[in-house]
């Protein structure tokens, strides 16, 4: 069975950085694309980032390209993303979701997500 | 880029059909046939209902249904049940390594 379990949201003030983490298990994580989604409280979903399975090929939503740093450790079997520079528009839930097919602006997995919130 | 457009509700009533639409640009919805749908229930994550425009993931029920026309794309659920009332969110491939996805329309089953 698939499973994405995120972690390591929080409270952070502006300016502030966290670290998030996905731990995946039940495919072969190493040949999977991996995406990061945000839902703000009772908004709508924002695409923010993607790796391929080798993590040659990292794109960035245009909101947080410069801030935010999208890693991976397939030894781990987990997916990463390094967020700075917060600010209070990052606050959201954050998913991990894994890429469905051969393109990966398809996402077939979520996580159930780790809450963000930004403020002083 | 702007998100994709969405109405912010949609209602039907058991065994009827409702159709929801997601209105794009000429350099998303209408340049790229790669859009797709997601259903969320409160709570839960999403769960990718349609893609590449009209094609469903093994083990979604063909009450659901995709199409695209110029720069809007559209979901239909037929058959309507009581399941089915959820938050549903379209995407769209947007070009430069980029992808959009709707404000969301919540359904409603009357």
């Known amino acids: 069975e698939v499973q994405l379990v995120e972690s390591g949201g929080g409270l952070v003030q502006p300016g502030g950085s966290l670290r998030l983490s996905c731990a995946a298990s039940g495919f072969t994580f190493s040949r999977s694309g991996m995406n990061w989604v945000r839902q703000a409280p009772g908004k709508g979903l924002e695409w923010v980032s993607y790796t391929t399975g080798s993590s040659k090929n990292i794109y960035y939503a245009d909101s947080v390209k410069g801030r935010f740093t999208i890693s991976r450790d397939n030894a781990k079997n987990s997916l990463y993303l390094q967020m700075n520079s917060l600010r209070a528009e990052d606050t959201a839930v954050y998913y991990c979701?894994?890429?469905?097919?051969?393109?990966?602006?398809?996402?077939?997995?979520w996580g159930q997500g780790t809450l963000v919130t930004v403020s002083s | 880029q702007s998100a994709l457009t969405q109405p912010p509700s949609a209602s039907g009533s058991p065994g009827q059909s409702v159709t929801i639409s997601c209105t794009g640009t000429s350099s998303d919805i209408g340049a790229y046939n790669y859009v797709s749908w997601y259903q969320q229930h409160p709570g839960k994550a999403p769960k990718l209902m349609i893609y590449e425009v009209s094609k469903r993931p093994s083990g979604v029920p063909d009450r659901f249904s995709g199409s695209k026309s110029g720069n809007t794309a559209s979901l239909t659920v037929s058959g309507l049940q009581a399941e089915d009332e959820a938050d549903y969110y379209c995407s769209s491939y947007a070009g430069s390594n980029n992808v959009l996805f709707g404000g969301g329309t919540k359904l409603t089953v009357l």
């Open positions: 979701a894994r890429q469905y097919t051969s393109d990966w602006y398809y996402f077939d997995y």
